[in-house]
C-alpha cells in the first residue's frame, strides 16, 4: 500500500514559478505529475524512476518544469517556472509500476493540488 500527499499548488501570476511536492509513504517503482484541467482530458506531466532515475517530460513542460526526488525525505518535487495561463490545472501525483505518462499504469494517487495561473 502507498499513500501520497501532494501540496504547494496555489496562484501565480505568468511567469512565475511554483514547487509541488509529493510526501510518499510505502515503496514505489515511479512517481509521475498529472494534471487535469476543465474541459481537458488529464495529462501526463513528468516522471520519474526511483530504481533507475528515468525522468520523462511532456513536450509542453520540457525546458519549463524539472522534476526531482529527495529519498532522505521520500519525496517527488515538481519544480515550475515560467508557468503560463495553459498550466491551471489540478495536479496530481500518483505511484506506479513503471515510469511512463500513461495514467493507466499508476494505481496510487494523491488528493491533488490546484494550481491557477492567471493575471
Known amino acids: 500500500q502507498v499513500q501520497l500527499v501532494d501540496s504547494g499548488g496555489g496562484f501565480v501570476q505568468p511567469g512565475g514559478s511554483l514547487r509541488l511536492s509529493c510526501a510518499i509513504s510505502g515503496d514505489y517503482y515511479a512517481i509521475g505529475w498529472f494534471r487535469h484541467a476543465p474541459g481537458k482530458e488529464r495529462e501526463g506531466v513528468s516522471t520519474?524512476?526511483?530504481?533507475?532515475?528515468?525522468?520523462f517530460y511532456a513536450d509542453s513542460v520540457k525546458g519549463r518544469f524539472t522534476i526531482s526526488n529527495d529519498n532522505a525525505k521520500n519525496t517527488v518535487y515538481l519544480q515550475m517556472n515560467s508557468l503560463e495561463p495553459e498550466d491551471t490545472a489540478v495536479y496530481y501525483c500518483?505511484?506506479?509500476?513503471?515510469?511512463?505518462?500513461?495514467?493507466?499504469?499508476?494505481?496510487?494517487w494523491g488528493q491533488g493540488t490546484q494550481v491557477t495561473v492567471s493575471t
Open positions: 520519474i524512476s526511483s530504481s533507475t532515475g528515468n525522468i
Open positions: 500518483a505511484a506506479g509500476d513503471r515510469a511512463t505518462m500513461k495514467s493507466q499504469w499508476y494505481e496510487y
